[in-house]
């Protein structure tokens, strides 16, 4: 029995380790460049906020919202970036970032990436 639980845990462990790798990784960030509040529009006119407070090293607490949708999370800021939901965050340039959103249609059941640029504001 303990040579199946043996076989199972380095099995979970590997399957584990490399599901989480990647090109680089986490490192503190320079909080000035992400705190704070973020709004732009997508091209369909819809209007978005994005308030990023709490940054310390790489994490960051968000609260996202778009018309009908609020959303708070704890994200991981790597490679400039971060995603919460079906949302990705990029910063491209101090005071910039690009905003990518996958939206289902519920109509139809079809997907779509939504694109749009945030400022920070003040």
Known sequence: MSDIMSILSSAYKSTALSSTTGSSKYVP???????GN?????ADGKTFSLNISQ???FRAQIHYQSE???QYQQVLIKDSSFRFGNTKFTLTNSGVAQIKNVVTDPATGSSYLDTAQ?????
Do not use: C, E, F
């Open 118 to 122: 945030a400022t920070l504001d003040g």
């Open 38 to 42: 973020w709004s732009g529009t997508y």
């Open 55 to 57: 940054v310390n090293g």
């Open 29 to 35: 960030v320079d909080s000035s460049l992400y705190q």
């Open 68 to 70: 009908g949708t609020s």
